[in-house]
């Protein structure tokens, strides 16, 4: 359920909302309704990733790919879905991180 959430409104989100808004969403999603630390730290990953790696393909197939390649091409990456797995796996770790934190403030003030 916690993947669900971040999932959805990171999706809303990152139409609307700037790239760090993600952060927000996995750490109060996490505070919220996370069960063990690998619950909020994996939900927030998976959920992030699949995110940006949706938007990302959202904005770049209308353009046949042609910024991603260049982009791609300025880092010496020898494809773009390299590229594409790289700025998801940086939104992944961001949101992944922030649920954990979100988790553990939960935790704390548990205590």
């Known amino acids: 359920m916690l993947f669900l959430i971040i999932f ?3 999706l809303v989100a990152s139409f609307i ?3 760090w808004s993600i952060a927000i ?3 109060l999603a996490a505070f919220i309704g996370a069960k063990s630390w690998r619950h909020a730290l994996w939900s927030g990953f998976l959920a992030v990733f699949f995110v940006w790696v949706i938007v990302a393909l959202f904005q770049s197939i ?3 790919h042609i910024l991603a390649k260049r982009v791609a091409a300025l880092f010496h990456l020898p494809h773009w879905i390299l ?3 790289v700025t998801a796996l940086i939104g992944g770790i961001v949101a992944g991180m922030s649920a954990l ?3 553990y403030i939960k ?3 548990n205590k």
């Open 107 to 109: 935790k704390a003030f």
């Open 83 to 85: 590229l594409l797995l």
């Open 17 to 19: 909302l700037p790239w």
């Open 101 to 103: 934190s979100g988790y």
């Open 25 to 27: 969403i996995s750490f």
């Open 62 to 64: 209308p353009n046949n």
């Open 8 to 10: 959805l409104v990171s």
